[in-house]
C-alpha cells in the first residue's frame, strides 16, 4: 500500500521553502494514498490538511494535530468517524462520499467543542431515516450539516424526539453492518477467482512446454502472438468493466489496483522503445563524427579570421538553466547537450580545446563558445604589423638581458641630435666657409710630394 512519505511531503511544501517542521497548510489529495500516518510527528503545526480522493480506509495518526482547524477526507473509504478527539481547534470536518454507515460514530465529535461544518452528504448514513435529526441532536455545536444552516427550532425539535430517532438509528445500523459483511465475502470471492484466472494462463504458458505438445508455441507467429495478446487484454478489459459490482470500498480499491496494473504494463511495454529512441548515434563505427542537432536549436558558425579563433552561438532557450547545459570541445568537433538532448558540430579546422571558452548571454540566452585554432596563421595584410610587433618583443626581450644590447641594434639615422664628430668632414665635402684655407696647405703638400726627386748628394 502507498502511504505518506517525507519525499511526498516536502514537494508539496514548496510553498513552505520544503521546511515541513513549520507547515501550517498542506493538499495531499489525489495521491493513491492507502493509509494515513507520519503528519502529526512531522507537520505539528498543521491548520488545514487536504487529503480529498484517495484511497485511506480509516482515520488515524492525526490525534496530535491540537492546531488542525480544517480536515477535508472527501473522496476516500473511511467507514466510520473516530481518533478526532486530539484535534482541538477543529472547526471544518468534510467526509463527503465516504462509506459511513455507523452513524453512530458521529459521538466521538462531541468532544471537539469548536466543530463548526460538518460534511456527510454521499455517505450511506444519510440515507437512513431520521439521519439529520440524529447528527442535530448529538453534536449541539454545529453551525452547518451539509452545508445547510441549523436553525434553533430545528434542534429544539430534534432534542424532543431523540430517543426515538436513536434507536431507528441503531436499527438501521445493524441492518447495513449485516449487508457491509456479505459485501467483503464477495468482494474476496471475486477476488480470489480473479487469482485463479491470472494463474490458468501461468500453468498453461508452463504447459506448452512440455513434450506433450512441442508444435503449438512454434507454428504461432511473432506478430501473431502479439494480436492475440492484445485481443485477451481487449476482453479482459470489457469482461472487467462491463461486470456489475457494488460500489464499494473494496471495489474502489478493486477497480485502482487493476488500472495501476494496466498502467504498469504498458510502460513495461513502451520502456524498451524509449530507450531505443534515445540511443543517438553520435559516431559512426568506422570512428567519423556526425553533426547532429536533435534539440533543433539555431545556431550560427562563424570563423573569426582577425583573430584566429572560430565562434560558435546556440540559440539556447533563455530561461533554460545553464545547469542543464554541458559543454565538450574537442580538437576537430565540439558537443552541447541541452537536457540531455546532443547538438554536435563538425569543426572546419582544428582548434585548441584548452583555451576555449563559453559564455551565456543575460539577455538572450545564446550560449557561445570561443575555440582558438590550432594553426597559427599569419593575413597577408597583417605581415608587417605582425613582424614589427614580433621585432618589438624581441627588442623588449633583449632590453631585460642587457643595457648594451640597445645601441647596438638602433639605427644611427633616426638620432635627432648632430654628431659632432663629423662636422668638420662634412665641411670640407660641401666646401663652405673660411675652414678651407687649411685643407688647400694639405693639397700643395701633396703636390710638392708628388714632383719631388730624391737627390742623394743632397
Aim: charge should be neutral; proline fraction near 5%; include cysteine.
Amino acid at each position: 500500500f502507498l502511504s505518506v512519505t517525507e519525499d511526498l511531503v516536502r514537494r508539496r511544501a514548496e510553498h513552505n521553502n520544503c521546511e515541513i517542521f513549520s507547515l501550517e497548510e498542506i493538499s495531499l489529495h489525489q495521491q493513491e494514498i492507502e493509509k494515513l500516518e507520519h503528519l502529526d510527528k512531522w507537520c505539528r503545526d498543521l491548520k488545514i490538511l487536504y487529503l480529498q480522493n484517495n484511497l485511506i480506509p480509516k482515520i488515524e495518526n492525526v490525534g496530535k494535530l491540537k492546531k488542525l482547524e480544517y480536515l477535508n477526507v472527501a473522496l476516500n473509504n473511511i467507514e466510520r468517524i473516530e481518533n478526532l478527539e486530539g484535534c482541538e481547534e477543529l472547526k471544518k470536518l468534510d467526509l463527503t462520499a465516504n462509506f459511513i454507515g455507523e452513524l453512530s460514530s458521529v459521538e466521538s465529535l462531541k468532544c471537539n467543542i469548536h466543530l463548526k461544518e460538518l460534511f456527510l452528504v454521499g455517505n450511506p448514513c444519510t440515507a437512513f431515516e431520521g439521519y439529520r435529526q440524529f447528527v442535530v441532536a448529538t453534536l449541539h455545536q454545529l453551525k452547518y450539516l451539509d452545508s445547510k444552516e441549523i436553525e434553533r427550532s430545528e434542534r429544539i425539535k430534534a432534542l424532543q424526539n431523540y430517543p426515538e430517532v436513536k434507536r431507528k438509528i441503531r436499527e438501521q445500523e445493524q441492518a447495513y453492518l449485516l449487508k457491509r459483511a456479505r459485501e467483503k465475502e464477495e468482494a474476496q470471492r471475486r477476488m480470489q477467482e480473479r487469482k485463479d484466472e491470472k494463474q490458468k494462463p501461468m500453468d498453461s504458458k508452463l504447459g506448452f512446454d512440455s513434450p506433450d505438445s512441442p508444435q503449438e508455441k512454434p507454428n504461432c507467429a511473432e506478430g501473431e502472438q502479439e494480436r492475440c495478446r492484445t485481443v485477451e487484454n481487449d476482453d479482459e478489459d470489457r469482461k472487467f468493466w462491463e461486470e456489475p459490482t457494488p460500489y464499494t470500498p473494496e471495489s474502489r480499491l478493486e477497480t485502482h489496483r487493476y488500472i495501476e496494473e494496466k498502467r504498469r504494463a504498458k510502460d513495461n511495454i513502451r520502456e524498451p522503445k524509449k530507450r531505443e529512441k534515445t540511443a543517438w548515434t553520435l559516431v559512426t563505427a568506422e570512428g567519423k563524427v556526425l553533426n547532429v542537432n536533435v534539440p533543433k536549436l539555431h545556431f550560427s558558425l562563424k570563423d573569426d579570421e582577425e583573430n584566429n579563433q572560430i565562434i560558435l552561438d546556440l540559440a539556447v532557450y533563455r530561461h533554460l538553466d545553464t545547469s542543464l547545459l554541458d559543454v565538450d570541445v574537442q580538437p576537430t568537433y565540439i558537443r552541447v547537450l541541452v537536457k540531455g538532448k546532443p547538438f554536435q558540430l563538425v569543426l572546419p579546422e582544428e582548434v585548441k580545446p584548452d583555451s576555449s571558452c563559453a559564455k551565456r548571454s543575460q539577455t538572450t540566452g545564446h550560449l557561445v563558445v570561443t575555440m582558438p585554432k590550432a594553426k597559427e596563421i599569419i593575413l597577408a595584410k597583417q605581415k608587417v604589423s605582425a613582424s614589427i610587433k614580433h621585432s618589438d618583443c624581441n627588442t623588449q626581450q633583449k632590453n631585460t638581458r642587457s643595457g648594451q644590447v640597445e645601441k647596438l641594434e638602433v639605427d644611427p639615422s633616426k638620432y635627432s641630435f648632430p654628431d659632432v664628430t663629423k662636422i668638420i668632414q662634412e665641411k670640407e665635402r660641401t666646401g663652405q666657409g673660411p675652414i678651407k684655407l687649411q685643407p688647400q696647405k694639405v693639397t700643395d703638400v701633396k703636390k710638392s710630394c708628388v714632383d719631388f726627386e730624391n737627390d742623394e748628394d743632397v
